[in-house]
Nanobody, 123 residues
Framework: VQLQASGGGLVQPGESLTLSCATS????????MAWYRQAPGKQRELVAV???????YYADSVKGRFTISRDNAKNTMRLQMNNLKPEDTAVYYC??????????????????WGQGTQVTVSS
């Protein structure tokens, strides 16, 4: 399975971006898919995760601003990011776990990663 992340770019604070993660196969049965990010000099962190039943979990830092979704018909996961802040600047990675059965808040990342897309928020 291959994941392909896209949609990053340079935006000003307060603006919006939508990231997409296209997969090489069907996503309808993948138990959990997620977005992570890694800022320079920091560890990779979980941003949001979505189950195949459309349950969602968000990091506190993005709650109310970001929305994770999955489009099974297009085999694509998305991250709608609104009201972006400079601290959202990072490389964003999509991730999938074909075997996850735990709580979304405990999600630790699956084996499949996209290549990353850069998001820069700056005035």
């Amino acid at each position: 399975v291959q994941l392909q992340a896209s949609g990053g770019g340079l935006v000003q604070p307060g603006e919006s971006l939508t990231l997409s993660c296209a997969t090489s196969g069907s996503i309808s049965d993948i138990p959990a898919m997620a977005w992570y990010r890694q800022a320079p000099g920091k560890q990779r962190e979980l941003v949001a995760v979505i189950s195949k039943y459309d349950s969602r979990y968000y990091a506190d830092s993005v709650k109310g601003r970001f929305t994770i979704s999955r489009d099974n018909a297009k085999n694509t996961m998305r991250l709608q990011m609104n009201n972006l802040k400079p601290e959202d600047t990072a490389v964003y990675y999509c991730n999938a776990d074909y075997r996850y059965r735990g709580a979304l808040r405990d999600y630790g990342g699956g084996d499949y990663w996209g290549q990353g897309t850069q998001v820069t928020v700056s005035s």
